[in-house]
């Protein structure tokens, strides 16, 4: 089993210590969960393109890419496709082109299928059940099946990933952005139903093209996961001055469920989105910006839907945890330092009292804009901050819930966003304070 490289060396040396993760649950009593013999980290990406659909590379170039990065699984999640049919492409024609068909012939020699048609060289795609065959390899590196379901909403951009999916799913539209996530979410719930299939669906890179508003997710049901961090360059995860960050998406969200609608957390997810993999790094969407960091106890599509589910996970854009663990009375954070590195962890929530009240955003002709509202500062505050590699925040007993964000000192080494720190968001934890 491949781990991080820090990580690696981190597991290596802490065989008799405990390393804890806080399961987020509906009350601030999560049971610590330890790595150890029966349980490990996985780190993953979960958005991935490639010629199947928009990105510029073959899927077994991708995952070789991946598990030489020391990744143990990664989901390919193509638009409106699964990998799983006879499919030739003119190699002139593809996003990748012929340096790309290049890379792949001298790479995998004995395993291109080619053919001529008409004097175009034109190559099969394998599919995905061939290149997983051929490339993972048990309780090291995992690959799964996904697919972006693309859908939207007059000119708003909708798009969702399902994890682990048996069979195509196509976009299901409706008469709002509301409508459509909700009748996407309840097409994977009724797949999963159906086959028995352990699947999830999460949301999208809901600031791509401002499509997703907070108040268009937060009445979502059967959703609970979208992304948090998403490292194509043109999500806008950091928002505009008319645009909350998907930061301030995700404590409305969390507000707005456990406080007033009595529906259950939503988790944050950091992920890549990656489309190009010829010129790393530069400034195109590129693999290795953000990845989830799963607890699980073996390698396997079932046993990461499962915790994740459970929220036995963080997600990472570069910084690694030791240890994280909740109780009724506090939540503590501990990271893995690295070097000369330093650390500033927030506490981050919203308590009893806050203001619900939301108002619009206005644009300069005075008409409202399809914008998250803006609440005031009661709604994800900052509760407490803390310099350095631990911390602990103990409940007041007014807390709706408190999730961790863990900023380091070193900069992204590739960045979604130019100037973005390498950070790690903790899943939120319910507290003392939400109405029973």
Request: aromatic fraction near 8%.
């Amino acid at each position: 089993m491949k781990h991080l490289p820090i990580l690696g060396v981190v597991m290596a040396s802490l065989l008799g210590v405990a390393i804890v993760l806080s399961s987020a649950v509906d009350s601030a009593e999560g049971k610590p969960l330890e790595a150890g013999p029966s349980l490990h980290w996985y780190k993953g990406n979960m958005h991935t393109h490639s010629h199947w659909s928009d990105g510029d590379d073959y899927l077994e170039m991708i995952a070789t890419w991946y598990d030489d990065h020391d990744y143990d699984f990664l989901v390919f999640t193509d638009h409106n496709v699964l990998a799983n049919k006879e499919r030739w492409v003119d190699v002139d024609k593809t996003k990748g082109g012929k340096p790309a068909y290049e890379k792949l012939k001298a790479k995998f020699p004995d395993w291109i299928e080619e053919r001529t048609q008409e004097e175009v060289l034109q190559v099969r795609l394998r599919t995905f059940a061939e290149v997983s065959e051929k490339l993972a390899r048990a309780d090291e590196f995992l690959l799964i099946q996904g697919e972006e379901i693309s859908d939207q909403f007059h000119r708003h951009p909708i798009h969702m990933n399902v994890h682990n999916v048996p069979e195509l799913l196509t976009p299901r539209g409706g008469e709002s952005v509301r409508e459509v996530i909700q009748n996407n979410v309840d097409a994977v719930r009724a797949l999963r139903e159906r086959t028995g299939e352990p699947m999830f669906v999460h949301l999208n890179h809901p600031n791509f093209g401002y499509a997703v508003t907070a108040e268009d997710l937060f009445p979502i049901v059967g959703e609970k996961f979208f992304e948090v961090y998403n490292g194509h360059p043109g999500v806008h995860n950091s928002g505009d001055g008319q645009h909350a960050s998907t930061e301030r998406i995700w404590d409305i969200v969390l507000t707005k469920r456990l406080a007033e609608l009595d529906l259950p957390v939503m988790y944050g997810l950091a992920v890549d989105d990656g489309h190009n993999y010829h010129k790393i790094p530069s400034r195109a969407s590129e693999p290795g910006r953000g990845w989830v960091m799963v607890l699980a106890n073996e390698l396997t599509p079932a046993t990461l839907v499962e915790a994740m589910e459970d929220g036995k996970f963080y997600s990472s854009s570069g910084v690694t945890l030791k240890r994280v663990e909740s109780s009724s009375r506090e939540l503590s954070v501990d990271v893995d330092v690295v070097g000369d590195e330093t650390y500033t962890i927030e506490f981050i929530g919203t308590r009893k009292g806050y203001n619900p009240e939301g108002k619009p955003v206005v644009g300069k002709d005075g008409d409202e804009l399809p914008a998250t509202l803006v609440y005031d500062g009661t709604i994800g505050e900052v509760l407490e901050t803390v310099e350095g590699p631990k911390a602990t925040y103990t409940f007041h007993g007014n807390e709706i819930y408190v999730r961790a964000r863990i900023t380091s000192s070193l900069a992204h080494p590739n960045p979604s966003e130019l100037g973005d720190p390498q950070r790690a968001w903790i899943q939120p934890v319910v507290g003392p304070g939400k109405p029973q």
